[in-house]
């Protein structure tokens, strides 16, 4: 199973722009890469998915470089609700289901 | 709304008894997962189900045991052979129809907090 490596945790000021990067260097040609964030004792939510071209929705944008070897997500304006693990995911076909396999997340400290 | 409910969020059992953890889900998905998360860990996967009467071992199932009769419903006991049962666990489901605008996500519970004593 290909794996991701991120950092183990990142500091921003609220409403500035937050860049959490993921290496992915073993992702495979038919893996998605999925974020998900966890607030305390919560359980996680998807943010966002891509494949090859960057994309965009209302919680944040994704970044994927051409080789797709790594990837970034972007928080536009961080708020003090965005304080989380974020986790960098490669959702691929494994024994005929979509299995997410999960690291151990950047945890995302955000101060007034 | 629609939703993925698990119960109880606490729960406490004396070692070598066996607890089952309750996630029901009614937002007509077909698929439904158990993970763990350890103490500053990930999730890991262990069970999951694409359909009803369907169940499959993921990555850490032994000690655990499932059952899908209903499609709402995906039961996981914590048995006794599960040597170190302490740990937050997840329920999540997901749509298996492409058409879904959802059918990427996985849509997850607000968690047991299971203690063994």
């Known amino acids: 199973d290909a794996k991701t490596t991120q950092p183990n945790s990142m500091e921003s000021n609220e409403e500035e722009p937050v860049h959490l990067p993921c290496n992915h260097s073993t992702i495979s040609g038919t893996d998605y890469i999925h974020w998900y964030r966890q607030l305390p004792s919560q359980g996680p939510e998807y943010v966002i998915h891509?494949?090859?071209s960057n994309v965009n929705n209302r919680m944040a944008s994704l970044a994927i470089a051409e080789d797709r070897k790594s990837s970034t997500l972007i928080l536009h304006r961080a708020t003090l609700r965005d304080a989380a693990v974020y986790y960098c995911i490669l959702r691929g076909i494994s024994g005929g289901y979509n299995k997410l396999i999960f690291g151990a997340g950047t945890r995302l400290a955000v101060h007034p | 709304d629609g939703g993925i409910t698990q119960s109880p969020k606490y729960l406490f059992r004396k070692e070598g008894q066996n607890v089952t953890l309750s996630c029901e889900q009614n937002?007509?998905?077909?698929?439904m997962y158990w993970y763990r998360q350890d103490p500053g860990q990930g999730l890991r996967l262990i069970y999951y189900?694409?359909?009803?009467?369907?169940?499959q071992k993921g990555d850490i199932a032994e000690g655990y045991s499932v059952s899908r009769e209903k499609k709402e419903s995906f039961p996981l006991t914590v048995t006794s052979a599960q040597k170190n049962p302490t740990a937050f666990y997840l329920c999540?489901?997901?749509?298996?129809?492409?058409?879904?605008?959802?059918?990427?996500?996985?849509?997850f519970g607000p968690g047991t907090r299971l203690t063994v004593l």
């Open positions: 189900s694409q359909i009803v009467n369907d169940f």
């Open positions: 999540a489901s997901r749509s298996s129809a492409s058409g879904d605008t959802t059918y990427n996500e996985q849509f």
């Open positions: 937002l007509n998905h077909d698929a």
């Open positions: 891509g494949l090859t």
